[in-house]
């Protein structure tokens, strides 16, 4: 039964999943990938731990590109965002506060990650 299954997996194309993607809206895809940017700053942030100074997830620099990448796509798309916009940026602010509080120095205000793009 796992031969099938294999080959079954196999037998797909590369253009298969290019069909699939095709069918997807772009607010859709670009929805998607602010969702898993947040996600994985959080992440960064430690911010999934209890104590997110003990987290052995945290790793500010990572934390600093992904927010500053975030902070790009939310820019670039908000007219795009409709309703959705609102409670982005919030998420998106709350997750360069987190990124100010846990720095051991601090970026001058707007200079932290991404903070140029929402200016």
């Not at 999943?17 to 069918?23: F, G, K, N, P, Q």
């Not at 997750?95 to 601090?106: D, G, N, T, V």
Request: hydrophobic fraction near 35%; charged fraction near 30%.
């Amino acid at each position: 039964m796992t031969d099938d299954l294999d080959h079954d997996h196999h037998d797909e194309s590369p253009t298969d999943d290019v069909r699939e993607l095709a069918e997807i809206p772009a607010i859709e895809v670009i929805t998607k990938a602010i969702v898993m940017l947040m996600s994985s700053s959080a992440e960064k942030l430690g911010l999934s731990s209890r104590d997110p100074d003990e987290s052995p997830h945290r790793d500010l620099d990572e934390a600093r590109r992904l927010i500053t990448a975030l902070a790009g796509l939310v820019a670039a798309s908000v007219e795009y965002l409709g309703p959705h916009a609102a409670p982005i940026r919030d998420g998106l602010q709350s997750l360069q506060k987190a990124f100010r509080e846990a720095s051991a120095i601090p970026d001058e205000p707007g200079q932290g990650p991404g903070e140029k793009y929402l200016r």
